[in-house]
């Protein structure tokens, strides 16, 4: 699978190595989602993760796809030269830098779901109530992503300057 796999967007994209210093989960809406504006791959970007689509499919994957990719070190300078980051945009025309998949699964919707929640609780060692209550309505794969898209900006326990994981005192 070296070229763009077939991928549904919008995708939720989760990597589960908690000491890779890019851990974390997104929504992912098109294939030019993969690399920021003016910025160049960078050779680290991804850990072992899941790949979601709104087809219903699981993919795990294992690090990045796509050439050339940089070190580090190597990604600080290019960006700050801006050229090599707007060839690498327009190169991704071209070319996919997202996550390499290497095996998928297929599931009904339920199945969908409670593999999102345990994969999410798994990267958060917690259990997710308000994002299974989010979830537990929608009616479709693209739903169901979208309603994690909201709970990653919206959900949780947020202070007066609206940020997430604030102290007990803040709880509504």
Known sequence: MRSDPKLDYPLFLIEIDRSHEFTGYKVVRNRFDFIAFG????SDKYSDGYLFDCAG???????????????PGLCKILDSLILPGLISKVAEIAIYFGPQPVSVDETDLDGFKSTVISSIEEYERKPQHQLRMVIA???SFREVIKG??????????????GHTDASPEYRP
């Not at 990045?64 to 990719?69: C, D, L, M, V, Y």
């Open 148 to 161: 994690i898209e909201w709970w990653i900006y919206h959900g949780g326990i947020r202070d007066p300057d």
């Open 57 to 71: 499919r699981r993919y795990t994957y294992e690090g990045a796809a796509g050439w050339p990719r940089f070190s």
């Open 39 to 42: 910025r160049v791959p960078n």
């Open 137 to 139: 309505s929608k009616g």
